[in-house]
């Protein structure tokens, strides 16, 4: 199952783009002040940090990873979802383009 | 005045991507049903059609457009906003980034 569109969200109307628009992505608040971001990674090659530790769900295309301190390549497809742990971080590989939500902490 | 941010709002999780990227948005849904899209367009130079008409509204970042039929080059920074009849189409030419909402009708 996945998540298609958040309802009663504010959008941050700015765009972060990363790696020369390898990665795209717009911020959304909720009511409560949870940040998330909805994205895209374009066909790359990509290795992303983070600061706080982030689940990434994947709403369309897909993409393999590989945790930072382990060899596998894991695919990540619609629905799916892995987790990144804090001031950490991981290779992103992706053939066509890999949509998702980011949810931190 | 620029609109950092929207409140109150559905988002579509999957990004439309065009010109392999150049352009990225995200849809949003108003609780009453009107759709707009948060955007940003890469440096390039592009020609996007129209079907209804639309209002750009510049967010952040800057570009250059010019409207079907027309010769001149005008610029539209944080704050401006153009509008595009439908069936058309303009040109934009961007140098860094474009951030914008796009109304429609």
Known sequence: MTTARIDGVAVT????????????????????GTKKSV?????????????????????????EYRLAGTDAWLKSGPGDKFSIPGNSSFDIRVNE?????????
């Open 13 to 32: 109307t700015q765009a972060n783009v990363y790696f020369d628009g390898k990665c795209v992505s717009h911020g959304i608040t909720y009511p409560d």
């Open 97 to 105: 383009a890999y949509h998702y939500i980011c949810h931190f902490g």
């Open 39 to 63: 994205g895209v990674v374009l066909p790359a090659t990509l290795t992303f940090n983070t600061g706080a530790p982030e689940v990434m769900e994947c709403v369309a295309g897909g993409c």
